[in-house]
């Protein structure tokens, strides 16, 4: 049997209706904001290129869902400090970035960068 309180956190987490509604940068901004507050740890959320254009429904709800899942894991494992989450967008390339800090633990970030096909692709 499931708690209560287990439930209403897979239901929290399941929130995609923000996309239906509004934005991706504003839906993904709402969720950060709101894993900062329940996790006890400190986000810079930051989002480059999306403008007003939406991306398509598919692509946007894979992106919000990666995030739950990185935030997720984070929470679970990182026993995290501050937690950086970019969004980024540069023609056909959308670019979905976190980092985490913690004791003992640097960030390098990767030079290389994967090429899309054939439309969106996101980088993790």
């Known amino acids: 049997m499931i708690s209560k309180s287990r439930s209403a956190r897979i239901a929290w987490d399941l929130r995609a209706g923000e996309l239906v509604e ?10 950060v904001e709101e894993w900062s507050e329940r996790a006890r740890v ?7 290129g999306l403008g007003d254009e939406r991306l398509p429904a598919p692509v946007e709800a894979a992106l919000y869902r990666v995030a739950q899942e990185a935030l997720a894991n984070v929470e679970k494992h ?10 980024e967008r540069e023609a056909a390339l959308v670019r979905l970035l976190w980092r985490r800090t913690a004791a003992g633990l640097t960030w390098t970030p990767s030079r290389s960068r994967p090429r899309p096909r054939n439309g969106w692709a996101c980088w993790a």
Do not use: M, T
């Open 22 to 31: 509004g934005d991706l940068e504003s839906a993904l901004r709402e969720y």
């Open 42 to 48: 400190p986000v810079e959320y930051e989002c480059r």
């Open 78 to 87: 990182a026993a995290a400090r501050r937690v950086s989450v970019l969004l």
